[in-house]
């Protein structure tokens, strides 16, 4: 995760880098607009930004997440 916006009004977008492409995800409160993620997920990964954790997202079929895997990165393993 490369960065996270957090709004008053509740929204959050957050960006991920990955293969060399930058994606956006948003959570939005407002039911007019077009949000991708759930709430308690969107939440979860903006509290985990500058933190040495690794992060693995889970979709349906639909492309829509289900869940998410937080655990601290093993940097050593990468090295080998």
Do not use: Q
Not at 16 to 36: P, R
């Amino acid at each position: 995760m490369v960065g996270v916006r957090k709004y008053a009004n509740g929204d959050i977008e957050l960006d991920f880098y990955h293969d060399d492409e930058l994606t956006e995800y948003k959570y939005s409160s407002n039911s007019n607009l077009l949000g991708n993620f759930p709430k308690e997920l969107a939440e979860t990964l903006a509290s985990t930004l500058a933190s040495d954790i690794c992060i693995e997202i889970y979709f349906n079929e639909s492309g829509s997440p289900t869940h998410i895997e937080l655990e601290e990165c093993d940097y050593d393993d990468e090295e080998n």
